[in-house]
């Protein structure tokens, strides 16, 4: 029985559930590919860079 059938059915306890630990999230990690493509990638990378230069230009400067 998973754990999901077993809270289900009120047969479960805390000891029956289990621990989720850093590594488990670095195994996943090496098995998920990225969802954004390399080319996408690049894209959002120009993009976000010329967003930040536009927005350093509406700084007003502020004279001592």
Do not use: C
């Not at 077993?6 to 990225?34: C, K, W, Y």
Request: charged residues 20%.
């Amino acid at each position: 029985m998973t754990v999901q059938e077993n809270m289900a059915s009120g047969t479960s306890s805390l000891s029956d559930i289990p621990l989720v630990h850093i590594h488990h999230f670095e195994q996943a990690l090496q098995r998920v590919a990225p969802s954004v493509s390399k080319k996408d990638q690049r894209v959002y990378d120009a993009l976000r860079w010329q967003l930040r230069s536009s927005r350093s230009h509406l700084n007003p400067q502020v004279s001592p």
